[in-house]
């Protein structure tokens, strides 16, 4: 697996409802949003990867880990789980991270670090879609086999 599968179901799971609101807030196409998201996922997964590798947050993402991976059954969409308030602990923790993410992609974009925020929080409950229905087709994997392997693009 690869971090351009994740991307990809990323997308497939954000659809072209979501791509669009992001598309009209940060002006562009849905070309220029699929890019945008496809840089933050990129981001946030490597900020996933970097809290799992730090003494001080590796065990709360073992334990967001070990949640997704055991929860049942799996969600459906994002609209079946209300965003962050049903995620437990990976919410929990991709929250944390979103801003972090944010800031790596508006620097590398040039794009406003709020409307990039702003887009990375709408993504976050779609990823903790995503990592969710991995975790239910990949019983047993840790972190790299949620988000497809490979290191942090730091």
């Known amino acids: 697996m690869s971090d351009e599968s994740f991307q990809d179901e990323v997308l497939s799971e954000l659809g072209d409802d ?3 609101e992001i598309a009209g807030l940060l002006g562009t196409d849905s070309g220029g949003a699929r890019e945008l998201v496809g840089s933050s996922v990129t981001e946030l997964s490597g900020e996933l990867r970097s ?6 947050s590796a065990d709360e993402v073992r334990a967001a880990v070990t949640e997704v991976s055991t929860a049942e059954p799996p969600l459906q969409g994002v609209a079946a789980f209300g965003g962050l308030v049903g995620g437990g ?3 929990g923790v991709l929250a944390k991270l979103a801003k972090p993410a944010a800031d790596a992609v508006a620097k590398k974009t040039g794009i406003p670090a709020p409307t990039v925020n702003r887009a990375v929080e709408l993504l976050v409950p779609v990823v903790l879609a995503v990592l969710t229905k991995r975790a239910a087709t ?3 994997g840790g972190l790299g086999d949620l988000l497809g392997g490979g290191g942090a693009k730091k």
């Not at 809290?51 to 001080?56: K, T």
């Open 138 to 140: 990949r019983k047993g």
């Open 51 to 56: 809290a799992a590798a730090e003494p001080a």
């Open 18 to 20: 979501r791509l669009q």
């Open 89 to 91: 602990l990976m919410a």
